[in-house]
């Protein structure tokens, strides 16, 4: 999740700002609770009071894993909610997180020097990197190469792990 989208959604670092998860429960098999409007308003109107004691109102806000803004921007907005509007970031939430996870997960597959190799026998194509030394080795990876990577990938893959993983 981007800082800009748990700025809008009003809650704190290391909190979804679409589902009512933490940090803690980020890895749980099931999907949480969405974070609607509704909800952040009420949180919000429980500590309100709080507002003159500044410690005691953060330390509430803490409890509901809020940022501290009282007033959101989207408050008075018919149907707003925020857990709808944010939208996914193509760079974040598609290409970095296929880089994090699944190229993660087919290297463990398959392995750093299988996986190496696959990538440096493709042909070139004009218009995608070419991965003549493998990716396990790669420092810098910004958003084309992630693409590139994920255009090959399922080819990589390809008779090296069983059928029904692919």
Request: charged share 20%.
């Amino acid at each position: 999740d981007t800082p800009e989208a748990m700025l809008v959604s009003v809650v704190r670092g290391k909190t979804s700002p679409i589902t009512m998860a933490s940090h803690k429960q980020f890895g749980d098999p099931f999907q949480h609770p969405p974070r609607t409007a509704a909800i952040t308003k009420q949180q919000l109107q429980s500590i309100e009071r709080l507002v003159a004691l500044l410690k005691e109102y953060f330390a509430a806000c803490e409890e509901f894993r809020l940022s501290g803004v009282l007033l959101p921007f989207w408050r008075d907005w018919l149907l707003a909610s925020p857990h709808l509007f944010l939208t996914p970031e193509a760079l974040h939430h598609w290409h970095r997180e296929f880089w994090d996870h699944d190229v993660c997960w087919c290297r463990i597959a398959l392995g750093d020097d299988e996986i190496d190799f696959h990538f440096s026998v493709l042909p070139k194509i004009t218009g995608i990197h070419h991965f003549r030394n493998g990716i396990t080795k790669l420092k810098q990876v910004g958003g084309r190469t992630q693409r590139d990577v994920q255009r090959y990938l399922v080819a990589v893959i390809a008779g090296g792990v069983p059928p029904c993983i692919v």
